[in-house]
């Protein structure tokens, strides 16, 4: 594959299209039933030309399972979700201070029961559509303003940058581009480079293909299908043309939290919080750079091995590759069951005692979180006072910025977008120690500024 600039077949009319999910057939290749090998052989080599019903009809397990739906809390998360919460047509409204957002309703939509939500989105029975309360409009306009959003969630994007060049990602959204999506979102195009009968899982999409640069042969081909969504990567919004684009290295000091800080911090890739002046990055949820180096990662296990474990159908008996990428391995028998054949050694003797010793590791990853969410709290009023009213040395006061922008940097990306602790369970090693870097930094924010 080049991963310099797009390659051929990326532009796959939708595995799974309806559902709408990344990935959707990520590991179909290594798995097939006899059955289903059979009828791979007899289906065409154009992967191009099928449809999402003709996969779903060649892999009916795959499909099955990547169709399932992940509810939490009351409402849809994960990759099924993403159908519902991007791809509805943008409309424009007017709010109350006279600017304009961007509100979105979706056809698709059919959940009738009109309770459950997707992501800020609750579905109106009455319309049968999705809509976006006022309350959810600032948060949810954001990265939809631009048609670089889909650069990490559909393949298709890949077909409109090979047409129109890196500029594409900071164009504006419109209707036509999202009608050239063709409905696919987290599709098996994103995974698969063809059929996936023949075809295994790798890296497809350009953003991160790109990005990676020499990085990308560093990393198995079952870590880079999933990382090259799950990554620490916050560029979208800054690519105006390719040149900007060749410009930028996010791996070029390494995978670890203080590599890929300081990376972005030389691209550009920060916020300037107003009342302080800090410098932020924004390492989102940097799975595939934390599972480098970690116990896992060592032993050569994927997020593949985990997340859509080898399961076997038990109506037919087939084994087949679990599609359900966003359901937890914690209510996944199979995936507890693969969990054992290193984690016996420790003492654990059932999938209950492996859940117990993760769901232990969460919580108290969520007990630090909490505790370093109050010293935040502190230390950003410090600096604020400091930086608003004067009296303190400027040197002082900006290693104090300095110091906050590194310690948020480590607290940020070892969270992972999840206050609940359950990100630890990639690298429990690196997220005692990044959150402890990040609380000494903070302690000597104290006791500079207190």
């Given at each position: 594959?080049?991963?310099?600039?797009?390659?051929?077949?990326?532009?796959?009319?939708?595995?799974?299209?309806?559902?709408?999910?990344?990935?959707?057939?990520?590991?179909?290749?290594?798995?097939?039933?006899?059955?289903?090998?059979?009828?791979?052989?007899?289906?065409?080599?154009?992967?191009?030309?099928?449809?999402?019903?003709?996969?779903?009809?060649?892999?009916?397990?795959?499909?099955?399972?990547?169709?399932?739906?992940?509810?939490?809390?009351?409402?849809?998360?994960?990759?099924?979700?993403?159908?519902?919460?991007?791809?509805?047509?943008?409309?424009?409204?007017?709010?109350?201070?006279?600017?304009?957002?961007?509100?979105?309703?979706?056809?698709?939509?059919?959940?009738?029961?009109?309770?459950?939500?997707?992501?800020?989105?609750?579905?109106?029975?009455?319309?049968?559509?999705?809509?976006?309360?006022?309350?959810?409009?600032?948060?949810?306009?954001?990265?939809?303003?631009?048609?670089?959003?889909?650069?990490?969630?559909?393949?298709?994007?890949?077909?409109?940058?090979?047409e129109n060049g890196a500029g594409v990602f900071t164009?504006?959204?419109?209707?036509?581009?999202?009608?050239?999506?063709?409905?696919?979102?987290?599709?098996?195009?994103?995974?698969?480079?063809?059929?996936?009968?023949?075809?295994?899982?790798?890296?497809?999409?350009?953003?991160?293909?790109?990005?990676?640069?020499?990085?990308?042969?560093?990393?198995?081909?079952?870590?880079?299908?999933?990382?090259?969504?799950?990554?620490?990567?916050?560029?979208?919004?800054?690519?105006?043309?390719?040149?900007?684009?060749?410009?930028?290295?996010?791996?070029?000091?390494?995978?670890?939290?203080?590599?890929?800080?300081?990376?972005?911090?030389?691209?550009?890739?920060?916020?300037v919080d107003e009342d302080t002046g800090i410098e932020?990055?924004?390492?989102?949820?940097?799975d595939v750079e934390f599972l480098q180096g970690s116990?896992?990662?060592?032993?050569?296990?994927?997020?593949?091995?985990?997340?859509?474990?080898?399961?076997?159908?038990?109506?037919?008996?087939?084994?087949?590759?679990?599609?359900?990428?966003?359901?937890?391995?914690?209510?996944?028998?199979?995936?507890?069951?693969?969990?054992?054949?290193?984690?016996?050694?420790?003492?654990?003797?059932?999938?209950?005692?492996?859940?117990?010793?993760?769901?232990?590791?969460?919580?108290?990853?969520?007990?630090?979180?909490?505790?370093?969410?109050?010293?935040?709290?502190?230390?950003?009023?410090?600096?604020?006072?400091?930086?608003?009213?004067?009296?303190?040395?400027?040197?002082?006061?900006?290693?104090?910025?300095?110091?906050?922008?590194?310690?948020?940097?480590?607290?940020?990306?070892?969270?992972?977008?999840?206050?609940?602790?359950?990100?630890?369970?990639?690298?429990?090693?690196?997220?005692?120690?990044?959150?402890?870097?990040?609380?000494?930094?903070?302690?000597?924010?104290?006791?500079?500024?207190?």
């Amino acid at each position: 594959m080049d991963r310099k600039k797009l390659f051929t077949g990326v532009s796959i009319v939708s595995l799974c299209t309806a559902i709408g999910v990344v990935g959707a057939l990520v590991g179909c290749a290594p798995s097939q039933s006899k059955a289903e090998s059979g009828a791979a052989e007899a289906a065409t080599q154009e992967a191009d030309a099928a449809t999402m019903e003709e996969w779903g009809s060649r892999y009916p397990l795959q499909y099955g399972s990547y169709a399932e739906e992940t509810i939490k809390s009351g409402k849809y998360e994960g990759h099924y979700a993403l159908k519902q919460k991007l791809l509805a047509p943008a409309v424009r409204v007017e709010r109350a201070d006279g600017q304009t957002d961007t509100k979105l309703v979706n056809p698709y939509g059919t959940y009738d029961d009109g309770e459950v939500i997707v992501s800020g989105l609750k579905y109106d029975s009455a319309s049968k559509q999705w809509v976006v309360e006022d309350s959810q409009l600032d948060d949810l306009s954001g990265t939809r303003e631009r048609q670089g959003c889909f650069a990490c969630k559909s393949s298709e994007f890949n077909t409109v940058y090979n047409e129109n060049g890196a500029g594409v990602f900071t164009e504006k959204m419109t209707p036509e581009f999202i009608d050239s999506l063709n409905g696919q979102v987290w599709n098996c195009g994103t995974c698969h480079d063809g059929d996936p009968a023949t075809n295994a899982p790798d890296a497809q999409l350009t953003y991160w293909t790109q990005l990676a640069r020499e990085s990308f042969d560093l990393l198995d081909p079952g870590e880079r299908v999933c990382g090259q969504c799950h990554n620490s990567l916050d560029y979208r919004s800054r690519i105006t043309d390719q040149d900007a684009m060749d410009s930028f290295s996010p791996y070029q000091y390494g995978f670890d939290v203080e590599s890929l800080y300081h990376a972005a911090m030389e691209d550009g890739i920060y916020t300037v919080d107003e009342d302080t002046g800090i410098e932020l990055s924004c390492l989102d949820h940097p799975d595939v750079e934390f599972l480098q180096g970690s116990v896992m990662g060592e032993l050569g296990l994927t997020c593949i091995d985990c997340h859509m474990p080898e399961t076997t159908d038990d109506a037919s008996g087939a084994t087949y590759t679990y599609h359900n990428a966003s359901a937890s391995p914690l209510e996944n028998e199979t995936a507890l069951e693969y969990c054992l054949t290193c984690h016996e050694k420790q003492g654990i003797s059932s999938t209950a005692d492996m859940v117990d010793m993760v769901q232990a590791k969460q919580a108290e990853a969520a007990a630090t979180i909490a505790e370093l969410d109050v010293k935040f709290e502190a230390a950003y009023a410090l600096i604020k006072d400091a930086n608003q009213n004067g009296g303190t040395d400027e040197a002082v006061l900006q290693q104090a910025r300095d110091d906050y922008s590194l310690a948020e940097a480590y607290y940020h990306a070892t969270k992972g977008g999840r206050a609940d602790g359950s990100k630890v369970v990639h690298n429990p090693m690196a997220t005692q120690n990044y959150y402890a870097q990040a609380g000494n930094l903070l302690d000597g924010i104290a006791t500079s500024l207190g």
